[in-house]
């Protein structure tokens, strides 16, 4: 089974500057996706960033950018001149794709972000 | 509107009582999933269905159970509601095929239904 871990439950980040998110997992697959999910505190579940294990290319949009290591099993994700609409819960989720099917996603606990004016 | 379509939005009901939440997926996505939210924690998975079958099952306790219908709207049941309940029930679709990266692929959430159990 798939774990996803966030060790960073809080953080805060002055309006402008930049903040780096972690997350770690650990599977035995080869081939799968990574995800980071932004939750305002509307609770809408809303896509960031999105990286294909097989991509060694880095994930970006935007002010979005994410560090994806693979033999190390990490995934960060860097917001660059932070705004006060980034203040959100932010979740790292892992996904095994299936063939034929739909697929679900492992979440890690999350980190709450607070930026700051 | 991300066209997952969540009813009803809040729900308060007391303990041992049985309630429905209901799901429309995004047109042309054939799995739904349900992921229960409790108190900021993560999302966990309870059950896929993909074109009315039942595809996959996680933590999902007993007490509860869905269905997709053939319009593939979904609907979770949850009977003798206890305290610990209370969560944010979030439903979300994809379209089901084979992987096929793409600026889309992924999941789609509804907004989720609030449930309180008093």
């Known amino acids: 089974a798939q774990t996803v871990t966030q060790s960073q439950p809080e953080m805060s980040v002055q309006e402008a500057e930049t903040v780096t998110l972690s997350c770690t997992y650990d599977t035995s697959e080869s081939n799968y996706y990574l995800f980071w999910y932004k939750q305002p505190p509307s609770r809408q579940m809303i896509l960031v960033i999105r990286?294909?294990?097989?991509?060694?290319q880095n994930a970006t949009e935007n002010r979005f950018s994410v560090n994806f290591q693979k033999a190390a099993k990490s995934f960060s994700l860097k917001i660059s001149d932070s705004q006060l609409g980034d203040t959100a819960m932010y979740f790292c989720a892992f996904m095994k794709p299936h063939n034929n099917a739909g697929n679900m996603l492992t979440f890690g606990g999350g980190t709450r972000l607070m930026v700051k004016p | 509107d991300s066209g997952v379509t969540q009813t009803p939005k809040h729900l308060i009901t007391a303990t041992g009582q049985r309630v429905t939440l209901r799901c429309s997926p995004r047109?042309?996505?054939?799995?739904v999933y349900w992921y229960q939210q409790s108190l900021d924690q993560g999302l966990q998975f309870l059950i896929q269905?993909?074109?009315?079958?039942?595809?996959a099952k996680g933590n999902i306790l007993e007490r509860f159970s869905a269905q997709q219908f053939p319009d593939l709207h979904s609907e979770l049941n949850l009977s003798s509601l206890e305290l610990g309940d209370s969560a944010l029930y979030f439903c979300?679709?994809?379209?089901?095929?084979?992987?096929?990266?793409?600026?889309?692929?992924?999941?789609?959430f509804g907004s989720g239904t609030r449930l309180t159990v008093v």
């Open positions: 990286q294909e294990a097989y991509k060694q």
């Open positions: 269905y993909y074109n009315g079958e039942e595809r």
């Open positions: 979300a679709s994809s379209a089901g095929r084979r992987d096929t990266p793409g600026p889309n692929y992924g999941y789609t």
């Open positions: 047109s042309g996505d054939l799995s």
